[in-house]
Nanobody, 125 residues
Framework: QVPLVESGGGSVQAGGSLRLSCSASGNTLNTNCFAWFRQAPGKEREGLSFMYNGDSRRYYADSVKGRFAMSQDSANKTVYLEMTSLKPEDTAMYYC??????????????????WGQGTQVTVSS
């Protein structure tokens, strides 16, 4: 199984923006649910956003609602997370996840079978 691959992380100052990408290939091209998570040191993995493949609906956690936006390139299923107004508390490893269906709690990490390796986002004050 070819894994999901995240990119686009980096270090920015508070108030800055980043755009994360998640490239799907292999089995993940057949999945129908994509999500973004993050995990800061010592904290649980936090669900941020999810979407149905090829669908316009987006779901966001309160912590990022209004600041983060998820999108998708329908041609290759690449998904993106546009992050704006970044805060130091957004500092974390950001992960892309995918699964066959969007049923259940898609803000829960345990519900996803496919994961990328993560891309680090660091927001300084």
């Amino acid at each position: 199984q070819v894994p999901l691959v995240e990119s686009g992380g980096g270090s920015v100052q508070a108030g800055g923006s980043l755009r994360l990408s998640c490239s799907a290939s292999g089995n993940t091209l057949n999945t129908n649910c994509f999500a973004w998570f993050r995990q800061a040191p010592g904290k649980e993995r936090e669900g941020l956003s999810f979407m149905y493949n090829g669908d316009s609906r987006r779901y966001y956690a309160d912590s990022v609602k209004g600041r983060f936006a998820m999108s998708q390139d329908s041609a290759n299923k690449t998904v993106y997370l546009e992050m704006t107004s970044l805060k130091p508390e957004d500092t974390a490893m950001y992960y892309c996840a995918a699964d066959w269906f969007c049923g259940g709690n898609r803000f829960a990490a345990r519900g996803f079978n496919y994961w990328g390796q993560g891309t680090q986002v660091t927001v300084s004050s």
